[in-house]
């Protein structure tokens, strides 16, 4: 069985963009019962010199709206950065899944070996074969945000584990 480039990140990128928003409503149901600002996850970190929480939430929505885009040809949302509580935050996930929804599989599948050119870091890019562009810069930057993500909410106390990460609100 062969599976195809949209199949490999489209409903892959879309599921863990739906369990990042869940684990957010987790971290607000979780202030609420503690009662404290849910907003003061916005700037935790695990170590000085990392970025805060809501960067882990823009460069999740940003890798892959981006470079779904870049692979499907299609111009990517911009978003200006300015989200500076968990409900804007949430938006920007629910944006980046509404226009996620948007791009045809047609647009993506048999750009496997197409050469993407892409930034990295402030002033340097990178080429990949599209396949290995999905499966080997956008996913796996997309888990470690939403990873990193999880940890920060983890580690302030919010009852989130395995399940939330890997199945959002579509527990049984």
């Known amino acids: ?37 849910v907003n003061v996850h ?15 939430i823009f460069i999740a929505c940003d890798v892959v709206k981006n470079g779904i885009a870049r692979v499907a040809g299609m111009e990517a949302p911009k978003y200006d ?10 938006a920007r996930i629910h944006k980046t899944l509404a226009w996620l ?9 048999g750009r496997e070996e197409q050469s993407f050119t892409f930034p990295v870091g402030k002033t340097g890019s990178h080429t990949m074969r599209g396949q290995d562009y999905v499966t080997m810069w956008i996913l796996p930057n997309m888990y470690f945000h939403i990873t990193t993500a ?5 580690s302030s106390g919010v009852p989130v584990g395995k399940r939330d990460y890997l199945m959002g609100a579509n527990q049984p």
Do not use: W
């Open 81 to 90: 950065d300015s989200e500076s509580t968990i409900e804007d935050l949430q």
């Open 42 to 56: 916005i700037t935790e970190r695990l170590a000085p010199d990392m970025l805060p929480f809501k960067n882990q």
């Open 101 to 109: 929804a948007t791009v045809p599989a047609s647009a993506i599948d």
């Open 1 to 37: 069985m062969t599976i195809s480039l949209s199949q490999t990140c489209l409903p892959v990128c879309a599921a863990m963009l739906g369990h990042l928003g869940h684990l957010l409503d987790k971290a607000r149901t979780d202030a609420q019962a503690r009662g404290f600002d």
């Open 150 to 154: 999880y940890n920060l909410l983890r």
